[in-house]
């Protein structure tokens, strides 16, 4: 008999979280005939950034195999990579168990010596922006009404309200939105009619579509208009 240890590394920043801020699941995917059972196991990272998973014993040499995965989390971007860890252990001669060997390899095929590290990063703001011309007349602050709704968004990302702003000047400025998820969001900008006399509302519809991407887990998300 004898035991071993999982650890991960999670970073959010580029740095260690606080302390029980994220929460990852150990399962078990493969093991020896007749090893004994093994129940999934849920960790939270420490203040330094680990996450440990506990001590496993071991009573059969062979191959075991786990996966970790992060569990959702509300206000930063999700690391949605699985990583499996493949532990051996072996008969050291003597009739004693020893684990010789962890590896760690990510879902996309790449591997990481020592530790596998989860990386996060915190919400990004959408900025909407818009102008308003009037011509014959003097532009008056409030005097224009414009919406704007959200059309598309990616599977699973936070509803987002639609918003009604007036201008400032030739200004239209919205409220920032605040997402965490990966991908495309698809707005409809557009002037409400008013009731002001001789003034014609435009009946332009602008989509502005907002990219969300990252280059990779460990970099940060960008924006793109």
Same mark, same amino acid.
């Given at each position: 008999?004898?035991?071993?240890?999982?650890?991960?590394?999670?970073?959010?920043?580029?740095? /260690?979280?606080?302390?029980?801020?994220?929460?990852?699941?150990?399962?078990?995917?493969?093991?020896?005939?007749? /090893?004994?059972?093994?129940?999934?196991?849920?960790?939270?990272?420490?203040?330094?950034?680990?996450?440990?998973?506990?001590?496993?014993?071991?009573?059969?040499?062979?191959?075991?195999?786990?996966?970790?995965?992060?569990?959702?989390?509300?206000? #930063?971007?999700?690391?949605?990579?699985?990583?499996?860890?493949?532990?051996?252990?072996?008969?050291?001669?003597?009739?004693?168990?020893?684990?010789?060997?962890?590896?760690?390899?990510?879902?996309?095929?790449?591997?990481?010596?020592?530790?596998?590290?989860?990386?996060?990063?915190?919400?990004?703001?959408?900025?909407?922006?818009?102008?308003?011309?009037?011509?014959?007349?003097?532009?008056?602050?409030? =005097?224009?009404?414009?919406? /704007?709704? #959200?059309?598309?968004?990616?599977?699973? /990302?936070?509803?987002?309200?639609?918003?009604?702003?007036?201008?400032?000047?030739?200004?239209?400025?919205?409220?920032?939105?605040?997402?965490?998820?990966?991908?495309?969001?698809?707005?409809?900008?557009?002037?409400? =009619?008013?009731?002001?006399?001789?003034?014609? #509302?435009?009946?332009?519809?602008?989509?502005?579509?907002?990219?969300?991407?990252?280059?990779?887990?460990?970099?940060?998300?960008?924006?793109?208009?």
């Amino acid at each position: 008999e004898t035991t071993g240890t999982l650890i991960i590394k999670k970073q959010l920043d580029g740095t /260690a979280p606080d302390a029980g801020l994220f929460s990852f699941t150990l399962k078990r995917t493969s093991a020896p005939e007749g /090893a004994e059972v093994f129940t999934d196991r849920t960790a939270s990272n420490t203040a330094a950034g680990s996450v440990y998973f506990g001590t496993i014993t071991y009573k059969k040499a062979g191959t075991y195999i786990y996966t970790v995965e992060e569990n959702d989390t509300t206000g #930063c971007f999700l690391d949605s990579r699985t990583v499996t860890i493949t532990q051996a252990v072996e008969d050291d001669g003597t009739n004693k168990l020893a684990v010789t060997s962890t590896a760690y390899v990510w879902n996309d095929g790449s591997t990481e010596n020592g530790r596998a590290t989860f990386y996060n990063y915190s919400k990004r703001q959408i900025e909407l922006k818009a102008e308003k011309t009037l011509i014959g007349a003097a532009l008056t602050d409030g =005097a224009f009404t414009f919406t /704007a709704d #959200c059309i598309s968004k990616p599977a699973g /990302a936070a509803s987002i309200p639609a918003q009604t702003k007036t201008n400032a000047g030739q200004n239209i400025t919205f409220n920032n939105i605040d997402v965490t998820m990966l991908g495309d969001y698809v707005f409809e900008v557009k002037e409400t =009619a008013g009731s002001t006399s001789g003034m014609t #509302c435009s009946k332009v519809v602008y989509t502005v579509t907002v990219t969300v991407e990252q280059a990779s887990a460990d970099t940060e998300p960008t924006i793109t208009y």
